[in-house]
T-cell receptor, first 112, second 115 residues
Framework: KQEVTQIPAALSVPEGENLVLNCSFT??????LQWFRQDPGKGLTSLLL?????REQTSGRLNASLDKSSGRSTLYIAASQPGDSATYLC???????????FGTGTRLKVLA | DTGVSQNPRHKITKRGQNVTFRCDPI?????LYWYRQTLGQGPEFLTY????????KSRLLSDRFSAERPKGSFSTLEIQRTEQGDSAMYLC?????????????FGQGTRLTVV
């Protein structure tokens, strides 16, 4: 059974810091992995999608990497801003299925 | 296109009542998903449609839950005889079926409170 873990559960940093959020999954047989952002009481906003054959994806200040064999992904946020404060969720789509399995998220607070 | 739309945004109901939520996916997306999210947790998969066919249901989807996507466009999720444990955010997502553009897009959710 696929399980997804995100570390740390919460993170508070001063504005301007570069930071790394971690996601690990137990079964390397995945189709893709997607990172989402969720603001309090809101839905999910897609940030980056990495196919199983890819090693990384970049969008603006965000970079996500994928090491399928070790069951790890990282989301790198450069030059963090208070507007980046949110919960970041990692989700994997196991091979042969269409559903996503989510981690419990990392709650990020960027202090001005 | 304004993305995935869910209605209502909030619903408060008394225990034992039936409720129905609606999801309008992104217009060209043929895959539609329902998830449930409780406080402090990640979303949990409930069910999935490709066009009008319901292809997978989670064991979380008890007999009191039913989902439909009658014409392969919008979908409804009905909960009968609601219980306090049904209180959660219900999220809908849609995607294309054709790789590699299978990115899932989520709506703003319907927050259900059962009192």
């Amino acid at each position: 059974k696929q399980e997804v873990t995100q570390i740390p559960a919460a993170l508070s940093v001063p504005e301007g810091e570069n930071l790394v959020l971690n996601c690990s999954f137990t079964d390397s047989a995945i189709y893709n992995l997607q990172w989402f952002r969720q603001d309090p009481g809101k839905g999910l906003t897609s940030l980056l999608l990495i196919q199983s054959s890819q090693r990384e994806q970049t969008s603006g200040r965000l970079n996500a990497s994928l090491d399928k064999s070790s069951g790890r992904s990282t989301l790198y946020i450069a030059a963090s801003q208070p507007g980046d404060s949110a919960t970041y969720l990692c989700a994997v789509r196991p091979s042969g299925t269409y559903k996503y399995i989510f981690g419990t998220g990392t709650r990020l607070k960027v202090l001005a | 296109d304004t993305g995935v739309s869910q209605n209502p945004r909030h619903k408060i109901t008394k225990r034992g009542q039936n409720v129905t939520f609606r999801c309008d996916p992104i217009s060209e997306h043929n895959r539609l998903y329902w998830y449930r999210q409780t406080l402090g947790q990640g979303p949990e998969f409930l069910t999935y449609f490709q066009n009008e066919a319901q292809l997978e249901k989670s064991r979380l989807l008890s007999d009191r839950f039913s989902a439909e996507r009658p014409k392969g466009s919008f979908s409804t999720l009905e909960i009968q005889r609601t219980e306090q444990g049904d209180s959660a955010m219900y999220l809908c997502a849609s995607s294309l079926a054709l790789a590699p553009n299978t990115e899932a897009f989520f709506g703003q959710g319907t927050r259900l409170t059962v009192v």
